[in-house]
């Protein structure tokens, strides 16, 4: 019984991945992510739990956030919210409480009510916990598909948007990821052997092929399938990145494939940087400030970090104090996973 009352699972339940953060006592034992089809139904759900560790079908309190509500298979963002909180509550192990960001945490039979609060607020519990050890910073999680940048001022978020269109309109979410981004989303045209061609307006390729031929792509991090659901290799990545200039891979070298990814890389880190920039800006933020970084591109936002001559701080380093095993990755990549259940 003491085992159960010391042990929280904090849960992110997402479109394309469902994360998971095992906290006993107070500290992080293990975090770990899975890919989930649940555009196909909240039963993708369940097909997913069946492959996570033992202990996420344990007996434990729950504290879950979502994104998941934004998934096609629901009618709108309330009946998401409270699709899976109903999910959430049906299934696992224990009691359950859903994360509603400015307001805290609501049992799950109240969710549909405050459905605009709990919609898509993972976010807010990852700078809630950033702040808690970090009075000012600017919270930077490059995950899959989105990153966050959410400014911490005097120990709690200072987001000047709260929803997923308030913060499109603040720069403080920027629909970009290190895994599911088509490069077409943030580039028109592209570098060729001493010309700027335009690009193919096609979806052949993604983020997650150009990061593999960088080198920088974390691994794991890749777990759903390709643009042309064909294997993730050296070269099926070049040739999917070929098509985007309306080549073949053999027209091309290694090393130009390679530099082509690299200028890809760069023209998506310009639109974060420029976001940043503005962020930073603000009077109530202190030039000292650091980015804290986490995500599975975490690597991206070192770098931008670097650009903005700002300091990075992993997460795992600001709560290092909370962690107890598992991986640093994992637990980086999980941060909002992470939050919730130290939050809880």
């Not at 795992?316 to 637990?331: F, H, K, N, S």
Request: charged share 20%.
């Amino acid at each position: 019984m003491n085992r159960t009352r010391n042990r929280v699972i904090g849960w992110d339940l997402g479109g394309v991945h469902v994360k998971a953060a095992l906290v006993e006592d107070g500290r992080v034992v293990e975090a770990v992510q899975a890919p989930c089809r649940l555009w196909r139904g909240v039963p993708a759900l369940d097909e997913t739990l069946s492959q996570m560790p033992d202990w996420t079908r344990g007996e434990a309190h729950h504290a879950v956030t979502m994104t998941g509500e934004l998934t096609d298979c629901f009618a709108d963002r309330a009946d998401g919210v409270h699709q899976l909180s109903a999910w959430a509550a049906a299934t696992l192990a224990g009691s359950v409480r859903i994360y509603a960001g400015r307001a805290g945490f609501v049992p799950a039979e109240a969710a549909r009510g405050q459905a605009a609060d709990i919609a898509s607020a993972n976010w807010h519990a990852t700078a809630a916990l950033v702040g808690r050890h970090e009075a000012n910073a600017l919270l930077v999680d490059i995950g899959s598909t989105t990153a966050d940048l959410i400014p911490i001022v005097k120990g709690a978020p200072a987001a000047r948007g709260y929803s997923d269109a308030e913060r499109l309109e603040t720069g403080e979410l920027v629909y970009t990821g290190v895994v599911r981004t088509p490069l077409l989303a943030f580039a028109t045209h592209a570098p060729w052997r001493g010309r700027r061609t335009a690009l193919m307006a096609e979806t052949f390729a993604g983020t997650a092929d150009i990061y593999r031929l960088t080198g920088d792509l974390p691994e794991g991090a890749d777990q759903q399938h390709s643009a042309d659901l064909k294997g993730k290799s050296i070269p099926e990545s070049e040739t999917r990145l070929a098509r985007m200039v309306g080549r073949d891979r053999g027209e091309g070298s290694a090393q130009e494939w390679r530099a082509l990814a690299a200028w890809f890389a760069e023209a998506q880190l310009r639109p974060l940087h420029d976001a940043a920039a503005v962020l930073l800006s603000r009077p109530d933020l202190p030039e000292d400030a650091p980015l804290v970084v986490c995500g599975a591109g975490r690597f991206l936002a070192e770098r931008l970090a670097a650009r903005l001559g700002r300091r990075p701080l992993p997460l795992t380093a600001v709560i290092a104090g909370r962690l107890d095993g598992g991986e640093a990755a994992w637990v980086s990549t999980c941060g909002p996973a992470v939050a919730v259940g130290l939050i809880a």
